[in-house]
């Protein structure tokens, strides 16, 4: 592969070793303490049961004997692929909207995208009850008998909430294909829908595999939206919450998330088998230029309009219903909802900022430095570790709490972890680093592989590696991989829940507390400062970033 | 280099790491409603102002799950307003230890463990939400009790709780089941699960569908009911006349305590007389003053509701809970 001999070494090799040692080390260890100790303390627990010694297989035989678990795992196996197969065509629709195409107002639209992962998921269920529950606004409007609970329901709210990670992890893999197939493709007459079935399609086969298994994981492992929109359509998810939080059999609630892997497990080596090694970018490669293309344009801005369009009257419907005296029976407008009863108020809203940015910050850098590993490594190795990269998508949200709250209640680090921020950051992270790393990983088979090569033959380290070759090709994902962090951190509820403390309370639990206690209108009012703060944080964080990039750029000469 | 680097670090751990008790801190975690909570907190402040209280609210499967999973090493030194069947489960009656009260004393004998290791001075009963448009809109008549609801004219018109996550779900089948004796009550159970539109994970949520007129009729539990009324919602209240289950809101404290002292003078004064007359804001059932508001009797509550009260066994109830749930899955549920 190297086939230079390095020339003088720019960097002292000790400086060097010692920080490939550091990079390599961290998020391995990171993994390992935070991912892969409480998932196996906790799959050990589905191998006990209370009061008797001993492993057994008696909770799995009891699962096997159970009535509703059948067809619980068929409803969420059917459920799930519904979601998937949507998500990921309205996924693939928008991420050529944004990447490929030359439509106007593509901000908004983004904007309107992103609003499923800078909300509590509180307010997707909530807003489709409003909208089109047996009393909700269409059946209002029309007279026409709504019911949303039940398949159809649970589709809608999981695909929403699905809809902007799917987008993301296409379009990391839309950022670059090469411009010279397109060329090619132009100069032999291909088609524009020859080109995207032979050359966009297929050059991004790695990035729409791996949202198919993020999108079929977060679903089937997803509890909040089964719980308000599912009525009678019992899934996998709800066995887990009922055996935890209803009869406090953590042993055989273990059992049935261990079951929530297998699906996982398999599309892992599914993927494995359909992915034999595809190389990585050229060096020659620049991102394909969108050239104008009327007709394009317009399919794709009405396609995502009709995909957009829901996902806004869902948030608008709650924002609205937050703006009311009494919904649905008295709509005078008021903002007395905004003034909330809990006995914190809008503390928590910091908390949960604080957490987000410490999430997104540590996350961004070790999901960078693991995938970089990855990227490097033994191909065995490499696989062991892309595994246990993707493997938290598959463990509902609940279980990583649960676990969490065992692993680091005893032991050596307890003292020091138990009721930290530093927990709960550690907590969201692993939750959502499925999504992180496949991001990153699907953003760095851009990077050419000859360029790294060349760059240590002419005797640069690491540093100057990640600077001049990697950075420049994976910026834009390594930007939407800290958002993505930082917006789950403020909304994310079925993990952190078991980890808040009376001094860290976070705002979406507020907002469950809020929606627990009856003062719907106030949660709703919570979640809507909830978006407006996520947003004007991310927006914050954006322009300091536009303004640090201009002003990097001055500075430094133009390396390509 | 080095010195800033373990500055660094030193401030980082300084600012995640949480803080630690100190004396006139207890911790304390509670199932109650956050707005009652805020409410008894500043009349126990002023009552014990050395005393400062952590509080941890969580829902009542959540507070349970959480006690569980913290078992090896408890954080809190008091458990307060949990429900009882919760707090019955060996692996959570196991970690409190005997406390004998002066203000407990003179509870009623059904409010108290003989003991020591709980006392509750609380309780809330099964409800129904009825919302009268959506009653009228589906000309429906009121329902009165349980037998009211198998009727066939009610079919898909009802939210219950699932017994399987709720608790509430669980207290209205145990007192069904305690009245009317295992045939007859599995056979009524078995008739009203033939109108029910779907079962909900939360014992408040059939109230709230109900409230916002998503189905007419939500079976609840009385707070949630009474708050809907307040809220304003076209809600009206009906205890069940037959076989009305209900649940104790059960305090005690932990056997690690760090700070027993303190925590032993926190729970008497929720069984004070003066947290009493803070309980009638909220509560449907109060140890010591067992004779409903005019307010809520307005609202719909028995002027007697004492005597329609069956008399659960709530530790039998604990103990059989599994077994019944399990039947309930098999035989009755969707």
């Known amino acids: ?560 | 280099m080095r010195v800033l680097t373990r500055v660094a670090i030193a401030l980082v751990l300084g600012l995640f790491v949480g803080v630690h008790a100190c004396a006139g801190t207890i911790t304390v975690y509670t199932a109650l409603e956050n707005d009652e909570v805020s409410l008894y907190l500043a009349a126990a402040h002023k009552a014990l102002p050395d005393v400062h209280v952590r509080v941890l609210r969580l829902s009542t499967g959540d507070l349970a799950a959480r006690l569980v999973a913290e078992a090896g090493h408890p954080r809190n030194d008091v458990v307060w307003g949990e429900a009882l069947t919760d707090m019955l489960d060996p692996r959570i009656a196991g970690q409190l230890q005997p406390l004998h009260l002066a203000n407990v004393a003179h509870f009623p004998s059904r409010f108290r463990d003989p003991a020591g290791r709980w006392f509750a001075p609380t309780g809330y009963v099964s409800a129904l939400c009825v919302n009268t448009p959506a009653l009228a809109a589906a000309h429906l008549p009121m329902p009165h009790s349980w037998r009211d609801l198998t009727k066939p004219i009610y079919k898909g018109q009802v939210v219950m709780p699932d017994p399987q996550s709720s608790g509430t779900g669980y207290m209205m089948i145990a007192g069904i089941l305690h009245g009317l004796g295992q045939a007859r009550g599995w056979a009524l159970l078995k008739a009203l699960s033939g109108n029910v539109a779907q079962y909900t994970a939360s014992g408040s949520r059939p109230c709230k569908l109900a409230r916002t007129g998503e189905y007419p009729i939500g079976v609840s539990f009385a707070f949630v009911a009474m708050q809907a009324i307040k809220q304003g919602f076209p809600v009206q209240m009906v205890i069940p006349s037959d076989h009305v289950g209900y649940e104790l809101e059960a305090s005690g404290l932990m056997k690690g305590a760090r700070n027993a002292a303190d925590a032993r003078r926190f729970l008497a004064w929720t069984a004070s007389s003066q947290a009493a007359a803070l309980y009638r804001h909220y509560k449907s059932i109060v140890a010591v003053s067992a004779a409903p508001s005019a307010g809520e009797i307005h609202d719909g509550l028995p002027a007697h509701l004492m005597q329609h009260l069956e008399p659960i066994d709530f530790a039998a109830s604990a103990r059989q809970r599994a077994a019944v749930i399990e039947r309930w899955k098999r035989d009755v549920g969707h």
């Open chain 1, 1 to 560: 592969m190297n086939t230079c001999t390095p020339a003088t070494r720019v960097y002292r090799p000790g400086t060097e070793r010692a920080l490939g040692l550091l990079g390599g080390g961290l998020p391995l260890l990171a993994l390992a303490l935070f991912f892969v100790y409480p998932l196996l303390s906790i799959g050990w627990r589905s191998f006990t049961v209370d009061g008797a010694g001993g492993p057994t297989l008696a909770n799995y035989l009891r699962l096997w004997s159970e009535p509703g678990i059948a067809r619980a795992a068929w409803h969420s196996l059917t459920m799930s692929g519904t979601v998937t197969v949507l998500a990921l065509a309205a996924g693939l629709l928008l991420a050529m909207l944004f990447k490929r195409s030359r439509v106007r107002g593509r901000r908004l639209m983004f904007a309107v995208l992103m609003l499923p992962m800078l909300a509590p998921s509180l307010m997707q269920g909530l807003g489709l009850l409003f909208l089109l529950g047996r009393n909700g606004l269409v059946h209002r409007w029309t007279g026409l008998d709504t019911d949303i609970y039940g398949f159809w329901g649970l589709v809608a709210a999981n695909a929403i909430y699905a809809l902007p990670q799917a987008t993301l992890i296409i379009a990391a893999a839309l950022e670059r294909t090469d411009h010279r197939h397109y060329d090619a493709a132009l100069t032999m007459g291909a088609s524009p829908w020859r080109q995207f079935l032979d050359i966009t399609l297929a050059q991004s086969r790695y990035g729409l595999l791996a949202a198919v298994f993020v999108v079929f994981s977060v679903t089937i492992t997803d509890f909040g939206n089964a719980i308000v929109l599912g009525g009678p359509y019992r899934v996998l998810a709800n066995e887990v919450y009922d055996q935890v939080a209803g009869q406090m059999d953590i042993n055989m609630g273990a059992a049935v998330g261990m079951l929530l892997l297998l699906p996982a497990l398999a599309s892992l080596l599914v993927e494995r088998s359909a992915l034999r090694r595809a190389g990585t970018g050229s060096e020659h490669a620049r991102p394909a230029d969108v050239r104008p293309g009327r007709g394009r344009d317009l399919g794709l801005g009405l396609g995502s309009v009709v995909v957009l369009a829901p996902v806004l009257a869902v948030f608008a419907t709650v924002v609205y219903a937050s703006l009311v005296k009494l919904w649905p029976y008295r709509l005078e407008l008021t903002l007395a909802h905004y003034h909330t009863d809990l006995p914190d108020g809008y503390t928590p809203i910091f908390t949960s900022l604080k957490l987000a940015l410490l999430t997104a910050l540590a996350g961004t850098v070790l999901v960078f430095a693991l995938t970089l590993l990855v990227r490097r490594a033994r191909p065995s190795l490499a696989r062991g570790l892309h595994v246990m990269a993707t493997l938290p998508a598959a463990v509902p949200g609940l279980v990583i709490g649960i676990a969490y709250l065992m692993s680091f209640n005893t032991g050596p680090l307890a003292d020091m972890l138990y009721g930290s921020l530093f927990l709960m950051a550690a907590c969201n992270l692993y939750h959502y680093h499925a999504q992180s790393y496949l991001m990153l990983a699907t953003g760095m088979r851009a990077v050419p592989g000859a360029l790294e090569d060349a760059v240590t033959c002419l005797g640069g380290g690491l540093l100057r590696r990640l600077r001049d070759v990697v950075l420049p090709f994976t910026a834009p994902t390594v930007a939407s991989v800290f958002f993505f962090l930082f917006m789950q951190s403020m909304v994310t509820l079925s993990a952190v829940v078991f980890l808040v403390t009376p001094e860290l309370n976070l705002a979406s639990v507020a907002v469950m507390q809020l929606d627990a206690n009856g003062f719907v209108s106030q949660a709703a009012a919570y979640a809507t400062c909830i978006v407006a703060s996520v947003a004007a944080a991310a927006l914050a964080m954006r322009v300091c970033a536009t303004l640090l990039a201009r002003h990097f750029q001055r500075r430094t000469p133009d390396v390509a």
